[in-house]
């Protein structure tokens, strides 16, 4: 009897390990593959609701009338936002007037619109790099800038943020296991503009993945989180940090083991720190021993572009990380 439970113990640590094993192997080897961008698969991203205009322009790859968008005649400093993910699209400091009915800009901002080749076999289109939406088309060799690029996008396919209103925006940084899966949930948020993962808290200026896996950079696996505060506020956010990993764990996060996935605020100023601190000794008086540290906000290293919105890229789920209700 005593040696078949054993037996059964050792399959199911051996399956454990198996598992931890496949993990850590995706991990490691995502640097070297090609993460294929899930162009117009929008089951694993949350979006914006659209109305059936923005559904046929957006979605269907439709096209608005010439000279009716918000955005052909419209000269104010900003930035243009996919309307369907929020993700950065264009600045105001590229658009030009092409006469043509609809906003054009000669650049984009990098890596964040994709070019294919339209279905009429003719034009070239533009999609949000980031959730597939449909822009519009680019048209090169007309002379009409010095950069001879014309990016001809539909307004309706744009939301824009004044450089005034940009201004207030605040940033918040939430180190919680693998950045992958709090990235996942924190950009999901209401009220966030934008995140990206990166490292924070060691001691190597600009490290990459595996200096921070592999040397003791003193570096965490970091989120930035920008917000606007007329739309949420930190103590939010980080209510909602302390609730999609577990900060009972110490130097580990699920399966993931190191010091790079321990759970630690990074405050930029002294309220986000007495948040912190507030929601730190709520949790402690429901009873959780609370591993999380904190420590100011000294310097945030973006992480390579395979590691941003990996979920979304990917189409996967993430492994270490689910919402548990903590307050
Ligand atoms: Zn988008």
Redesign the pocket.
């Known amino acids: 009897m005593w040696h078949k439970t054993i037996g059964v113990r050792w399959l199911f640590a051996f399956l454990i390990g198996i598992s931890v094993i496949a993990i850590v192997r995706e991990r490691i080897s995502a640097g070297s593959e090609e993460i294929k961008i899930a162009g117009g698969d929008s089951s694993a991203m949350t979006f914006k609701e659209l109305t059936p205009e923005e559904e046929r322009v957006i979605v269907n790859k439709g096209t608005e009338r010439p000279f009716t968008g918000k955005y052909y005649e419209f000269n104010e400093d900003g930035t243009y936002t996919?309307k369907?993910?929020g993700?950065a699209l264009y600045r105001s400091s590229d658009k030009f007037d092409a006469g043509c009915g609809w906003p054009s800009f000669d650049d984009e901002i990098p890596g964040a619109v994709k070019r294919s080749r339209d279905a009429d076999g003719m034009r070239t289109e533009i999609t949000?790099a980031?959730?597939?939406?449909h822009l519009g088309h680019v048209f090169e060799g007309e002379e009409l800038t010095d950069k001879n690029i014309r990016h001809c996008v539909n307004s309706i396919s744009l939301d824009f943020i004044s450089s005034e209103s940009a201004d207030t925006l605040q940033r918040a940084y939430f180190a919680g296991g693998c950045f992958w899966g709090t990235e996942h949930y924190l950009k999901e948020a209401p009220g966030v503009v934008s995140t990206s993962v990166g490292y924070m808290g060691g001691n190597k200026t600009n490290p990459t993945y595996k200096e921070v896996c592999y040397e003791n950079t003193g570096h965490a696996e970091t989120v930035e989180v920008v917000f606007d505060p007329r739309k949420t506020d930190y103590e939010t956010l980080a209510r909602l940090f302390f609730e999609i990993h577990d900060p009972t764990q110490v130097d580990r996060q699920g399966p993931d083991s190191g010091d790079q996935y321990r759970s630690e605020v990074f405050y930029t100023d002294q309220n986000q720190k007495m948040v912190a601190e507030k929601l730190i000794n709520i949790l402690k008086k429901h009873g959780y021993e609370i591993a999380t540290k904190l420590a100011p906000a000294n310097g945030f290293w973006q992480a390579e572009e395979y590691h941003q919105d990996y979920y979304e890229k990917t189409g996967k789920q993430p492994y270490c990380h689910v919402y548990q209700k903590r307050f």
């Open positions: 996919c369907r993910c993700t949000c980031h959730c597939g939406a």
